[in-house]
């Protein structure tokens, strides 16, 4: 028995599988990331532009912005005509999306109940999915089909691969993805 714990742990599928559900990035800094951000943002993918790009080609024109950060997106799409929502957790960010002019709550993307924010043409997260396990993933994507049944999300590799497991549990929202590359 002790053999077979053993193996089953070295053999490197199991991690893979034990990294895949619960490994969750470390919440950020939130000074440290409004100063990295503003510095690398022009070389990060997606760009705001990119986003801005993809909503008009699917002429979406109201969005519900999950994890947005202070910002940074949120506000490129304010200026260029599109009706934008955030939602962000951690208090700093969003009292500077607030500062910037962009209709905000202080909300977990697992806590989106009672929004009272209406019903918008598409979410879009980016960059988020690190952060939540897989299981909040899926609370997630229930939470935010009250209010569209469209998602985009720009993700990473990880991100992106439980994206793709996720949404089988919540077939009332189509889930598109773009895997970001840096
Ligand atoms: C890398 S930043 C991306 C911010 C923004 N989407 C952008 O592209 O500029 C990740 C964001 O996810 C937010 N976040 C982390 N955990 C979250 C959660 N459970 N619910 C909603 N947002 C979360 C962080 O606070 C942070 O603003």
């Not at 590799?157 to 089988?168: D, F, M, P, W």
Request: glycine share 6%; net charge positive.
């Amino acid at each position: 028995m002790r053999r077979f714990i053993r193996r089953t742990l070295k053999s490197s599928r199991i991690f893979s599988w034990i990294y895949f559900f619960f490994y969750v990035k470390k919440p950020i800094d939130a000074k440290e990331f409004i100063e990295n951000w503003e510095i690398q943002y022009e070389s990060h993918d997606p760009s705001p532009d990119e986003i801005l790009e993809n909503l008009r080609c699917l002429k979406l024109r109201s969005v519900l912005d999950i994890g947005g950060g202070y910002g940074r997106i949120a506000t490129h799409l304010q200026t260029n005509g599109i009706e934008v929502v955030l939602v962000e957790p951690n208090p700093l960010l969003a009292l500077k999306a607030k500062g910037a002019g962009i209709v905000t709550h202080e909300k977990n993307a697992t806590d989106l109940r009672n929004l009272e924010v209406g019903v918008f043409d598409c979410a879009i997260v980016v960059r988020v999915v690190a952060y939540l396990g897989f299981f909040e993933i899926i609370r997630m994507l229930r939470q935010i089909s009250l209010y569209t049944n469209i998602l985009i999300a720009y993700e990473e590799s990880i991100g992106s691969a439980r994206l793709r497991l996720a949404r089988i549990c919540v077939p009332s929202l189509k889930v598109k993805i773009k895997e970001c590359v840096n």
